[in-house]
């Protein structure tokens, strides 16, 4: 019952406005469910082409949850980096769940309604705006919160269409949270990269640690980034580095829509190890919260310090040198939108 209140409760301070909408013209499409569908409305989404005429290479698609990560939907630089790869911008709105246990919340299982909403309206948005190309667009994922496990599932979901997947904070009630997926190979062969906040009492970070320590053992080439001291918000204040491993991984996987993703190559890559500390703090599922103190960078998939967790693999070494820079500074800034009416909103409350 706790954890339904929390998410409830969570769920209403995410749903804020998104930010002004972007210059670039807006498609709009609004998708039906289907009988059988846990989907309690039609569900909307928008789709910009910062390209323009070129046509599209990959889809990039962000759910409005909450200003963070809705903002990566107009933000210049992702803008500019979207018209550089040809990729359109999608943003999907939330579409609650006609069964629930948690009122407004969506079905975080894509098998359920969503995933196929998702490629109807992108196949209706790609007619509308004379890029039919949309509609077999590969597709870079970015969730937070609830759709930070969401996007987890999809990549279960539908592996071959996932060019990329970003999942921040990632949380949810059982048996939908992240720890609670298993990918196949197609799956774990999908670079995802796993962002997680050292005082995040909502979505923890033993959770999504994992999530992540589960598919590793099977050679996934994820990577896994602690913000340390940072609570249940502030994917924004990653975006250089986000931004740079999109690139290395649209560089290796060629996305196209009439082509097969190329895999990862992991002979050549780099890996990194983290050293967790622990805090005062737990999540509030009772798990501990932690920290990291140190960490290291190496072409040997091994050979790291005994004390020293696996926690990423880098296609190329400037992008293992950019992981470490960040994830040794001490505290990360909170760069999160303010939230005058909830300003304590994410943060931990010491153990008694």
């Known amino acids: 019952m706790r954890s339904r209140v929390i998410h409830a409760a969570l769920l209403a301070l995410l749903l804020t406005p998104p930010p002004a909408p972007s210059q670039l013209k807006q498609y709009k499409a609004v998708d039906p469910p289907q009988p059988g569908e846990n989907i309690a409305q039609p569900c909307q989404y928008e789709v910009s082409f910062p390209a323009a005429q070129v046509p599209v290479k990959a889809a990039w698609v962000i759910y409005d949850r909450g200003p963070d990560i809705t ?3 107009t933000d210049p630089g992702v ?5 550089k790869n040809s990729i359109a911008m999608v943003l999907a709105h939330q579409c609650p769940a006609s069964r629930t246990a948690e009122e407004g919340e969506m079905d ?11 490629f109807s309206a ?16 590969k597709l870079i994922l970015l969730g937070f919160s609830g759709t930070g496990a969401y996007f987890g599932h999809f990549v279960a979901y539908s592996p071959d269409r996932v060019l990329a997947s970003i999942l921040a904070n990632p949380g949810q009630t059982d048996p939908d949270n992240v720890d609670k997926i298993t990918l196949d190979t197609n799956g774990i062969a999908v670079p995802e990269l796993i962002v997680a906040g050292g005082h995040d009492a909502i979505a923890g970070v033993t959770k999504p640690y994992a999530f992540y320590d589960h598919h590793r053992t099977h050679h996934a080439p994820w990577i896994f980034l602690v913000q340390n001291n940072i609570p249940h918000c502030c994917i924004n204040n990653i975006r250089p580095f986000l931004l740079d491993w999109l690139q290395a991984v649209i560089d290796a996987r060629k996305p196209s829509p009439n082509r097969p993703l190329r895999p990862m190559n992991q002979i050549a890559g780099w890996y990194g190890s983290i050293q967790p500390c622990p805090t005062q703090y737990q999540d509030h599922w009772g798990l ?3 920290n990291v103190c140190d960490a290291h960078i190496s072409r040997n998939r091994t050979a790291f310090p005994p004390n020293e ?6 296609p190329t070494q400037a992008l293992a040198q950019e992981w470490l820079a960040y994830i040794k500074q001490p505290n990360h800034p909170k760069t999160s939108f ?4 909830h300003p304590e909103f994410g943060e931990p409350k010491p153990v008694k």
């Open 288 to 290: 501990p919260l932690w």
């Open 71 to 73: 903002s990566f939907y």
């Open 309 to 314: 967790k696996p926690a990423a693999f880098f």
């Open 338 to 341: 303010s939230r005058p009416d």
């Open 122 to 137: 992108l196949a209706n948005l790609g007619s509308e705006s004379g890029h039919p190309e949309l509609a077999k667009a």
């Open 79 to 83: 803008i500019a980096f979207a018209s």
């Open 108 to 118: 975080m299982n894509p098998g359920n309604g969503l995933g196929r909403s998702l």
